[in-house]
């Protein structure tokens, strides 16, 4: 039974990402943006952890629930505006899916490790909050940093690197290291993270 519920509430977060209007072309093919960012969570989540739990295969399906929904231009300008809009995004994805899992039946404590997970509650404290960030970081660093880069000069790079390498464990700095990057990008990446006077 618990299986069934599951599948229902993976499909339930799949539909709910295929309304996505932002279309991303991968592949030769079209694909709502959500849709394809929650595949490649769960495809990362299941190179890191062989076994995982149910919660964890949700909230990391979920991690981009209806993004859209709450886009950036609904705050302000400004570093404050953008870390208020993080927070209440972490809210929203907290809330679409713990719906969705009231409505298959999932039990109390299952659906409020989803929400701590997703909510990022617990970061470098809770081990299945720190894999989603793991996890998050992977699939940024292996799908958007490439073109992400292109916009930024080398300083901006290489300080979005350090950003993302702090928020990330040990094991998940080795499985970015295992990302093939193409070589000017790699070289800036080992360029970012050895240690100097002001990152030691």
């Keep these: 039974m618990s299986k069934d519920k599951l599948k229902l509430a993976i499909e339930a977060i799949d539909q709910a990402n ?7 072309c991968w592949e030769g093919k079209n694909c709502p943006k959500e849709l394809l960012y929650s595949q490649r969570m769960t ?7 062989s076994s995982p739990s149910e919660a964890r295969q949700i909230a990391i399906r979920a991690q981009h629930i209806r993004r859209w929904q709450v886009p950036r231009e609904s705050f302000p300008a400004g ?23 009231l409505e298959v039946g999932f039990d109390e404590d299952t659906i409020a490790s989803v929400k701590k997970m ?8 809770d081990p299945d909050v720190q894999l989603l960030e793991d996890v ?3 699939v940024f660093l292996e799908y958007y940093f490439p073109n992400f880069a292109k916009q930024y000069d080398e ?3 290489m300080d979005i690197v350090r950003k993302t390498w702090k928020k990330m464990s ?4 080795q499985a970015a290291l295992c990302i093939p990057f193409p070589q000017e990008l790699a070289e800036l990446i080992a360029k970012a993270l050895a240690p100097t006077e002001e990152h030691p």
């Design 155 to 157: 300083t901006k790079i």
């Design 79 to 101: 570093r404050e505006a953008y870390l208020r809009w993080r927070t209440s995004l972490y809210r929203f994805h907290a809330e679409q899916v713990e719906q969705i899992l």
């Design 18 to 24: 295929r309304e996505d209007p932002n279309i991303e």
């Design 136 to 138: 998050a970081c992977l």
């Design 43 to 49: 495809q990362w989540l299941q190179k890191l952890d």
């Design 118 to 125: 997703v909510g990022k509650q617990g970061i470098k404290r």
């Design 170 to 173: 040990d094991s998940g700095h």
